[in-house]
Each structure stands twice: as C-alpha cells, then as structure tokens.
C-alpha cells in the first residue's frame, strides 16, 4: 500500500465515527423539517447543558483508565446536594452552590471507593466501572427511598411520597431553574446565549489545560502511557489513578446539577441511569478513543450527538409516521457509538500488537544469521555456511 492510501484509510479509521455522524446529521435535516435557526439554538443550549459533564470524562483517560462509566455517582451526589437544596429552600444560583457543596463530600467519598475497586480490577476500568454504578444505585435508591423522612429528616413534606418518607419521583426544580443560565444572557441575532453558563465551561477548560502541566498531571498521563514504567520511575500509580476518579466525579457532581438545573426538574430515581451513556457517546462521537482524548473532542461530539438528537425524531416522524422511530434511532446510535469505537479500540490494540510481534521476528531473523560479531556464522568468507562448503567441496 501506498504511503498516500495508507495515510487516508488511517485518518478515515481514526475519524470514521464523526464522519458517520456528520452524514446521518445532515442527511436528516431536511426530511425534519426543522430551521436552521431552531437547530443552532437547541445546539447551543445543549452545549451548556451537557459539556461539563463530558469534560468530566477526559482525566481518567489521560490516566489510561478508559470511559468512566462510574461517573454516574458523581451523578447522585449532585441529586442529593439538589434535593437538601429543595427541602431547605435555598432558591437560585445560591441553591445551585448549596447543591454542590452538600454533594462534594459525597462524590469525594464515592471517587475513592470507586478508584479502590478499579485498582483491583486493571485492564477492565469500564466494565467494572459500569457494574459498581449499578451497585452504588441500590445503596442510593435505598438512600432517598426509605431514609430520607424517616431517618434523616426532611421539613418540606410537599417532596415527600403520601406515606410521609423517601422522595417523589418527580421534584420541581423551580427553585433553582435555570438560576445559572439566567444569570447573564446575550442574544446574538435571534440566538440567546447563557453567557455565565459558557464562563464556567471554559473556565473548566482551562483548569484541564493547567492540570495536564502539573507534576500530578504529567504523572496521569505517565500512567496512561505504561504503568509499569511510571511505576519504575517511583510514580505512586494506584494514588494517581485514585486521584483521577476522584477529581472525575467530583465534575460529574458539578455537571449534574448544571445539567438539572437547565432541565427544571428531577426524575430523582432515574435521573443518573443515562449520565456516563450520553457522555461516552458525545466524547467518542467528537473522534476519543478510550485511550486519547481532548477539549475539542467534547464539543464536537456533543454538538454532532445532540443536532442527531434534535432532527432524528421529527425525521423519523416524516419519513415513516412515527417519531418513536426516531427515538429507537437514538438509543440505537448512542450504543452503536460506543461499540462501534470499543471494536476500532480493540481491532487497533491487535493490529499494534501484531506489528509489534512482526518487529520482533523480524529483529530475532536478522541477528540468528549474524555471529557474535556481526560476522555471517558458521561460514566460510563469502558467508556459505560449513555444510554448504562441505557440500561444495565434495
């Protein structure tokens, strides 16, 4: 193959995902029926709902740990903070701050327990990660089910089921909806941007930028590069990967309460299930791997993710006269995402290894002819070996 072809089919390779997306996107404006305009302005909105959490995402793979599907219980620590928040009737961006400070001891607690387990478990983060979401759900379900009400007191009994304990299932976030949205907004044409909301996504970025230059940071991606080696250089590999869970979901904490308090209500026992899901999708959509990602990565993907989102229903809707088509299209295309890029992952890890494997052979060849020297061995002047001379004088 060319060095040209190869080139191409690399970049189509490694891009292959956003390629597909960008496509079904903009094949299905059209049969949505949808302008433009209202197309950018959900995008927008659904940019400052949803980066932060996916932001939430890239440290643990800088630290070779892969998707963190646990972020799901930085998740429910944020619920948590939101549901005091209501029951103490602490209203807007007040409320919002009371949410994460209550959830932070939480995700902090959660991010340690959960880098415990995947230190147990390395090599197989994601999938251990997304099984202890499971587990961490019943300890919380049980948590807002039964506790609250009965043994952890709750003074605001208009958020508490008939039987006087454990929560609705539905909260009304009125309090604190959109409080941080609203706090400053530009409209630019007929476009209307959450400015503040914008303010701390970047100033998240930019904490990430820094972060990556620190000793703590050089270490993550050491570890993520070879723990053997990091190890050998005297890095603390366990306590670095610890600290990127940890510092993970604290952000998924943050994320979620952003996210919920643009959305204005709480499903308070399902609102987690999906958080890790969409975020591994629209990082992976914006062209991640588990293995590399970055800042651009998180807004190409939630952009690519969420335009599909906002035209596939209205689409399928026209096109075959049912919009839960599209909604069957949608979980079908955040699954297929996911595997789609954990099949490239795992058919590009081979391909190294068999590279690598093909080098070696290669290497072991080449020094079996030679002699200790670099000499031909076992061979006359011009290389032949003893039989063959042997052969040649007989």
Known sequence: MSPKKKSVSTWFSEYAVVIIFLAITVAAISPSKLSINYIIQEVITRLGRNSFLVIALLLPIYAGMGINFAMALGAMAGQIGLIFAVDWSVAGWQGLVFAFLVGLPIAILLGWVSGKVMNRAKGREMVTGYILAFFINGIYQFFVLYLMGSVIPIRNAAIL??????????????????????????????????VVT?????????????????????????????????????????????????????????????????MGNLATYNAHDQTSFFAAAAILVGGASVTHASIPNVFIGVVLLHAMFIVSPLAGQNLFGSAMIGEYFRQFIGYGVIAISLVLYAWKTRKAADNARSGLRGGASANGSLGANGKPALGDKNGKSNGESKGGRA
């Open 198 to 262: 914008f303010i701390v996504i970047a100033l998240l970025c930019v904490f990430i930028v820094w972060f990556r230059k620190t000793k703590l940071g050089q270490d993550m991606r050491a570890v993520g590069q070879d723990m053997t080696v990091a190890d050998a250089a005297g890095i603390p590999v366990e306590k670095t990967r610890i600290v990127a869970i940890i510092i993970s979901t604290v952000l998924a904490c943050a994320g979620q309460i952003i996210f919920l308090q643009n």
């Open 161 to 194: 089921l008939s039987r006087g304990y454990g929560i609705r299932n539905t909260l009304n976030l009125e309090s604190v909806r959109q409080s941080l949205d609203t706090i400053l907004k530009v409209n630019i044409g007929p476009f209307s941007v959450p």
